[in-house]
């Protein structure tokens, strides 16, 4: 019930196209879901965030998709560019043990030129 | 930024032997973490700390010990070095004005 699964464990895209990621959950607890992305030799970085008090979240070109009926979200990359190629992980925490993330695993990601 | 600096960057050891790997931050964050990454499995983590000599045990702590003696230093040890603890070891901290965490640059370890 802790886990948290990501889909697709790697993907290639077009460059200008729209790259999904998913990410599904079964703790019903959970309320935060935050997305990160990782580049090679470097530590993840937090991309975007989500509480589910909302269905979608935008910063850029990057929207985070809430389902909470279905447990899933998704993050949405528009216009994908090739600097966006990197690892993605989705992430979920409950308060009030929010010390603890879990972590799906991950997504390699690479947009074709 | 969030002001970590992790030491060492790169080691080679071989079985059997002690190494700590060290992370410090300079903001006096309260929540420190200790994660290993491997392809396949994400980010498991290790210890925590959630202040100076208070730690507790993640998903993966078994042949791993930590110490906290103050606030900016969080140490994780390998007390006898194993092929399968080869990884990248991140450290993490949480701000305290939310959920998110930071990340370290990672720590290379190969164990021979």
């Known amino acids: 019930q802790q886990q948290v699964k990501q889909s697709p464990q790697s993907l290639i895209v077009q460059k200008g196209g729209i790259s999904i990621i998913n990410c599904a959950y079964e703790?019903?607890?959970?309320?935060?879901f935050p997305w990160y992305q990782q580049f090679p030799g470097k530590g993840p970085a937090l991309l975007i965030a989500?509480?589910?008090d909302v269905s979608e979240k935008k910063e850029g070109r990057f929207t985070i998709s809430f389902n909470k009926s279905a447990k899933q979200f998704s993050l949405h990359i528009m216009d994908s560019q090739p600097g966006d190629s990197a690892t993605y992980f989705c992430?979920?925490?409950?308060?009030?043990?929010?010390?603890?993330?879990?972590w799906g695993a991950g997504t390699k990601l690479i947009i074709k030129p | 930024d969030a002001g970590i600096t992790q030491s060492p960057r790169h080691k080679v050891t071989e079985t059997g032997t002690p190494v700590t790997l060290r992370c410090h931050q300079t903001?006096?964050?309260?929540?420190m973490y200790w994660y290993r990454q491997d392809p396949g499995h994400g980010l498991r983590l290790i210890h925590y700390?959630?202040?100076?000599?208070?730690?507790d045990k993640g998903e993966v702590s078994d042949g791993y010990s930590v110490s906290r003696s103050k606030t900016e230093d969080f140490l994780l040890t390998l007390e006898s070095a194993t092929s399968s603890q080869t990884s990248v070891y991140f450290c993490?901290?949480?701000?305290?004005?939310?959920?998110?965490?930071?990340f370290g640059e990672g720590s290379w370890l190969t164990v021979v």
């Open positions: 989500i509480r589910p």
């Open positions: 992430a979920a925490s409950s308060l009030p043990s929010n010390y603890q993330l879990i």
């Open positions: 903001e006096n964050h309260r929540y």
């Open positions: 993490a901290i949480r701000r305290g004005d939310g959920n998110t965490i930071y």
């Open positions: 700390s959630y202040g100076v000599k208070d730690t």
């Open positions: 703790n019903t607890a959970f309320d935060y």
